[in-house]
T-cell receptor, first 114, second 115 residues
Framework: DQQVKQNSPSLSVQEGRISILNCDYT??????FLWYKKYPAEGPTFLIS?????DKNEDGRFTVFLNKSAKHLSLHIVPSQPGDSAVYFC?????????????FGTGTRLTIIP | EAQVTQNPRYLITVTGKKLTVTCSQN?????MSWYRQDPGLGLRQIYY???????DKGDVPEGYKVSRKEKRNFPLILESPSPNQTSLYFC??????????????FGPGTRLTVL
């Protein structure tokens, strides 16, 4: 039972344009969401997070939007750069319940075309 | 330099031969965790540890053991590896108990093949 889903295995975007990566979840108890970026032969690195009390969080070129009613979050990268080419994972947890387990999505491979 | 190290980085073994993958962090983190990454399945948590001598099962613990005798080390043990444990394994650590999830560090990964 995949509680966190990334339905697009891959995405190609022209350099300078906006990249939008999507993530859906089924567990309404999730209250904290994170995005990780992973380059080949490296471990994932934290990118940005959002609490369920917010609907938007911004950090430089990266913005995460959360739609709780739709159980959907998205990561926007503007403008996209070649160094953004990587696999992106969304993850969710029940932080306020003291549950320290992270549930990851399946990942989306983003390719930025120069 | 703050880091999580894993050894070995690559391992090919045979069914039934016990093996241990080590994980060590130098950030004094309380929380440590093991994940496996498989195509189409993303990252799935195997075990996690909130502190020394405190461990708990993740989503896919079958066939694995862990121990947390020291704060910095969190080895993953496969007592009798099977081919379905062929995967890419990641260790991670963070100040999980303080809710500081934004600083979870991952190791570089261990690619395990069980023949």
């Amino acid at each position: 039972d995949q509680q966190v889903k990334q339905n697009s295995p891959s995405l190609s975007v022209q350099e300078g344009r906006i990249s939008i990566l999507n993530c859906d979840y089924t567990n309404s108890m999730f209250d904290y969401f994170l995005w990780y970026k992973k380059y080949p032969a490296e471990g994932p690195t934290f990118l940005i997070s959002i609490s369920s009390i917010k609907d938007k969080n911004e950090d430089g070129r990266f913005t995460v939007f959360l739609n709780k009613s739709a159980k959907h979050l998205s990561l926007h990268i503007v403008p996209s750069q070649p160094g953004d080419s990587a696999v992106y994972f969304c993850a969710a947890m029940r932080k306020n319940f003291g549950n320290e387990k992270l549930t990851f999505g399946t990942g989306t491979r983003l390719t930025i075309i120069p | 330099e703050a880091q999580v190290t894993q050894n070995p980085r690559y391992l090919i073994t045979v069914t039934g031969k016990k093996l241990t993958v080590t994980c060590s962090q130098n950030m004094n983190h309380e929380y440590m965790s093991w994940y496996r990454q498989d195509p189409g399945l993303g990252l799935r948590q195997i075990y996690y540890s909130m502190n020394v001598e405190v461990t708990d099962k993740g989503d896919v613990p079958e066939g694995y053991k862990v121990s947390r005798k020291e704060k910095r080390n969190f080895p993953l043990i496969l007592e009798s590896p099977s081919p379905n444990q062929t995967s890419l394994y990641f260790c991670a650590s963070s100040f999980g108990l303080r809710g500081d999830w934004d600083t979870q560090y991952f190791g570089p990964g261990t690619r395990l093949t069980v023949l």
